[in-house]
């Protein structure tokens, strides 16, 4: 029998050292995992809570603080998702424990390199002006914060930069000028390929000529023997099935699945889920990920936290605390009706594909851009790209020690969940592998607003506890510095729970 000395040695080995997930690659249509080489579905949300007002805030950077993440992981680990979108990210912060906590659960990050601040990201309305040395030098430096850790899946250059006739006019050019750009810094500075695409809107008039414009081979013209503007990856922020009376046709998800029949690249939803009607049903997500639909990687619920917009799936307070929405429920339940064994399987048909040469012929509109003349670098651009970001920010995975959540959460039924906690993971999460974990025992007159809420186990069973989800900021980080908390040793074949280990410690 082991010894309680052998046990917590144990103990800490596990918590500190989660295995990484392995780096995800292209492979022509699919996303694949480098190391397996199974196939890759996005099963993602879209995460940026505070939204784009939030940042410049100080508290607008959605992977910088380590116990909202690590609330934030434990559920979208029982709800099963493997990818999480981030919009808008400050590379000058320190996201080592964020980006960790959420590698140790098998959860993939895909970062904006742009920000909501004039300088920062392409003006639309005029993109020569805003493609300058300085605004590349902070879409470089998001690259230098993230290109280290094994979970960063890939980088979006822009979002829904082209929305209409008028901006297909002048802004293709400019956009896989930046994606040039960014691979370029890639490659001279990672010590590995990571994907870099774009985000689309979906407005049909040009949606077609966007991703025809950006998935093409650009190699050879004006000399170019490497064309490295083309996108890896081509995001669709869509919005066209709401609700239960809409269908695989109604919703025109159909003609979608016929425009990327035959894509070279990955194609997925970058934000989807319409909230009117509202609550959500997400019968969408059985189309997504079903037999219809598998030239498309999946997508990114549209977002975790309840912003003003009325998307959340999950009310989150300042104290800390955390409320679950309806809507989590049902996409739980959604996912977990999912095939898993076919999200994994290539596509039979996404084999031995070529891009086409890039030519006017691509494009269907004629108020789209058909000059695939890409801008060249503006002053200073490519020394920069050689000699890299002066006094770089570095990000590396770091132990990740504290896995109980401290903060209150709790469930739809107003019940506070117990035990809530991440598991280590050594591949991506799925669905289904967690959602057990969280029962909603009936609740008879408990709510995020009342004095006393019932307790709901993420393992089985109930108890009574005092706690609210607008609780003091005071308790709350009573709470969470209390230093204690359970382990379940029984892996170890022995049944023992260890209580008073030290709770923090990233």
């Known amino acids: ?88 990210v400050d590379p000058t912060l320190d996201h080592d424990q964020c980006v960790s906590i959420f590698n140790s659960v098998g959860i993939y990050i895909i970062i904006d390199v742009n920000a909501p601040t004039p300088g ?32 960063t899946l890939g980088f979006f250059a822009g979002n829904e930069i082209i929305n209409d006739v008028d901006t297909g ?60 503007s083309r996108s890896d990856f081509f995001g669709l922020n869509s919005y066209s099935w709401c609700g239960s009376d809409s269908s695989f046709t109604i919703s025109t998800y159909d003609t979608l699945v016929e425009a990327f029949s035959n894509t070279t690249i990955p194609v997925f939803f970058s934000e989807f889920g319409c909230n009117d009607p509202y609550p959500r049903a997400f019968d969408e997500v059985l189309a997504i990920y079903g037999p219809q639909m598998t030239t498309l990687s999946g997508g990114l619920v549209y977002e975790f936290t309840q912003e003003t917009s009325n998307y959340g799936l999950v009310s989150t307070y300042s104290n800390g605390t955390a409320q679950l929405l309806g809507d989590y429920d049902t996409l739980m ?32 509109n004629d108020g789209f851009s058909t000059d695939f003349t890409i801008p060249d670098p503006p002053s200073g651009a490519e020394a920069l790209i050689s000699s890299g970001v002066s006094s770089a920010p570095s990000g590396a995975i770091v ?26 993971a050594s591949s991506a ?33 109930t108890s009574s506890a005092s706690g609210t989800a607008t609780e003091t900021d005071a308790a709350a980080s009573a709470s969470a510095s209390s230093g204690a908390f359970r382990v379940d040793v029984s892996m170890f074949g022995v049944g023992v729970v260890v209580v008073g280990v030290a709770a923090w410690a990233m």
């Not at 996005?42 to 992977?63: E, F, H, M, N, W």
């Not at 993109?127 to 290109?147: M, Q, R």
């Not at 994606?179 to 049909?204: C, E, F, M, W």
Request: hydrophobic share 35%; with cysteine.
């Open 1 to 88: 029998m082991l010894s309680l000395p052998s046990i917590l040695t144990a103990l800490v080995a596990l918590s500190t050292h989660a295995a990484a997930v392995n780096p995800i690659v292209v492979r022509e249509q699919e996303f694949s995992d480098s190391v397996t080489h199974n196939r890759f579905m996005i099963l993602g949300v879209d995460y940026q809570p505070g939204g784009q007002d939030a940042y410049g805030t100080g508290s607008g950077d959605p992977l910088s603080n380590a116990t909202t993440c690590l609330r934030d992981a434990a559920l979208m680990q029982t709800l099963g998702v493997n990818t999480i979108r981030c919009y808008n």
């Open 120 to 151: 920062l990201s392409i003006d639309r309305s005029d993109p020569s002006s805003s493609y300058t040395t300085s605004y590349l030098e902070h879409i470089f430096t998001v690259v230098e914060a993230f290109k280290s850790y094994p979970n």
């Open 169 to 228: 006019k002048a802004n293709p050019p400019y956009i896989r000028a930046v994606q040039r750009d960014l691979k370029n810094y890639i490659a001279a500075h990672a010590d590995r390929t990571i994907p870099v695409g774009y985000s689309a809107a979906d407005v049909r008039e040009v949606l077609e000529d966007t991703w025809a414009y950006l998935e093409c081979d650009n190699s050879g013209n004006e000399g170019t023997r490497n064309d490295t």
């Open 333 to 364: 339940s959604q996912y977990n009706k999912l095939n898993l064994t076919l999200l994994e399987s290539s596509n039979s048909t996404a084999t031995s594909l070529k891009p086409p040469k890039c030519s006017a012929g691509l494009i269907s």
């Open 399 to 424: 132990s990740v020690t504290r896995t109980s959540v401290q903060a209150a959460v709790y469930a739809t039924n107003g019940g506070q969940i117990s035990g809530l906690a991440i598991q280590a």
């Open 429 to 461: 999460n799925r669905p289904g592998q967690n959602g057990s974990r969280l029962s909603t025992a009936s609740v008879s007159s408990a709510s995020p607003t009342s004095s006393s809420a019932s307790q709901t186990s993420m393992a089985s069973g």
